[in-house]
């Protein structure tokens, strides 16, 4: 976090005499998570079949020491740099509910392009650098340096290693030792704990913060303020641990000139991106029928709509090929299936036409917004994630099929693809998938009659709960509900009516779900798949959630490859969530 300059002259002349107070800067690595994932809950049972309670010796345990840093400094930061990823953080500024526990006060949310050459950096996608209020900011390029212990200079020399045990991390055993600077070592330097795997004697989890937590930057006249953080790395190709998750929380009575109590969840994807579908299907081999070939001629040509829709397809096709290229949009999968599952529900208890070919796909952003191009309807990772039942996305996508139906003249441009050679940092900037306020009112009233005819029609006053729930946190969550390419969702007045009133402390009303509640994100593919979690009972109000930045806790597994036919080419498969 950083402060301005004007303000800290002000301040410290009206305290000056012995009172000023510190003034800082929360830069993005530079917030502490003092909430860090406690490493109680990773032990695991399994490994009392082999050597894990076996003593380590110390001889051992020097070899160790120094594979690992061998590996970290020659291997593991070395292959980052050829990389660039996406990196999204999400923070949410918290108070205190005696009814809800910790609430969200208000948000703040970055997108770029991480940059690892050099000093960290993220190009936004957004155009926002820095956020926060007068006295701080949030800088993303802050939580990207939360990938490394230290780039400079982990050794010995600036750092005693204590070990602490062996457990699992999912079904990777790791080392654990303590991690402090030395008493000489200068500079920023980390404290906390960290996971080594026991084959490569690879970091794959860290959890601490930077030490001293206040210096003063010369370079932008502001102190500047490190915090807490758990990092994580998920195993993407044989020998190759890459950075994937990282949460960050401080949580501590206000003040008024202190930093702010937060929770963040930064999320780094799409390493190995691959150019779109369509041009896979031109390798497919074609076997012609050997049937007699019929005069269809007559069939060749097109009429004045058919031409029409045809290029609405090539225009549809160019943006989900351009946001897929750029990892903004997941390839299709699983969670596609699931939501045109809904979509086929609908569909059928509407009698659409057979024509109309809707479907869906995954925008990987957690803000929560939805929007349609050509017959796409597109839902972000975040909306899924909070939605609490089959109804709720029912009548969000019954929204996306109204609007997908309505054609857009504006989005035919799009066919010309030359349009769409945008890097990066331009898409949001360039394009936008915004309905209007008429045409939002028009698709509210469409949704409605497709719900009322189809199997959901009976609970749509769970839909409404959400809806509820999303309008009563909508001050404080402003950045989420905020799109980057489409519509804010809409709060149907029917559907509010239908809903029972909103009961905090109910623990049996659920009216929506953590941040992370249902998807899971591969951070070498930019896939998208579904969470696998055992049930959990609520012990009161507060577990809800709702909304929340929670932490999440990879269930880490090694990259397997796997040859499916001797006779076939050999497929890797990578096993890393």
Known sequence: MRRKPLVRMILTGIFVGGCCLPLRTLSGAQIQSSGAVSPSGYDNKRGTSDDTHVP??????????????????????????????????????????????TVPKSDYYFLGQADFRGRPKVHSMTGNSRKGSLMWSFEPAGFLQMIYIDRGEFDRAHYKFEYVK??????????????????????????????????????????????????????????????????????????????????????????LFGNPSYKSSTHLWGYNLKKGSREEELNRLLVESPSPIKDEAVQHDRSPLEAQREWRRAAENNVLELLERIGLLAPQGEVDKLLNTVVNNLEVTNNFDEQIDLRCRVLLTST???????????????????????????????????????????????????????????????????EGKI?????????????????????????GLFLKQLRLQAKALKQLISPQLGNEIFFASQVLQ??????????????????????KLDPWSAGVSLIKSKPMALLSGRDKMAFEVTPLVPYLTRYVEVTVDPAEPKTAVALNQ
């Open 498 to 519: 239908a809903a029972p009133a909103l009961e905090p402390g109910n623990k049996g009303q659920i009216s929506a779900l953590p941040m992370g509640s249902r998807l």
């Open 56 to 101: 380590l010796t110390a001889s051992k345990l020097d070899e160790i020491i120094d594979r690992m840093i061998k590996r970290e400094n020659h291997d593991e930061i070395p292959a980052f740099d050829l990389y660039t990823p996406i990196i999204e953080t999400y923070i949410q500024e918290v108070k205190f509910d005696q009814t809800r526990g």
């Open 166 to 255: 062996r457990e699992f991390l999912g079904e990777v055993r790791c080392i654990a030792f303590d991690v402090s600077p030395l008493p000489k070592a200068r500079g920023a330097r980390f404290i906390g704990r960290i996971w080594v795997e026991d084959r490569d004697y690879t970091i794959v989890h860290f959890s601490g913060t930077y030490s001293p937590s206040i210096h003063f930057s010369l370079k932008h006249f502001e102190d500047e303020y490190y915090v807490h953080f758990a990092s994580w790395r998920i195993n993407v190709k044989s020998g190759l641990w890459l950075p994937s998750y990282i949460y960050s929380q401080e949580l501590h009575q206000p003040t």
């Open 368 to 434: 929560l917004e939805m929007f349609s191009i050509g017959n796409t309807l597109v839902l972000s990772r975040g909306l899924i994630d909070v939605v609490p039942n089959e109804e709720t996305l029912a009548a969000l996508i019954a929204h996306a099929m109204a609007d997908a139906m309505l054609p857009k003249p504006n989005q035919d441009q799009y066919g010309f693809s030359d349009i769409l050679r945008l890097s990066p940092t331009e898409v949001l900037r360039r394009l936008s998938f915004e």
């Open 439 to 463: 045409e939002s009112e028009q698709n509210n009233e469409k949704a409605l009659e497709l719900l009322k005819k189809s199997p959901y029609a009976s609970k749509l006053g769970n839909a």
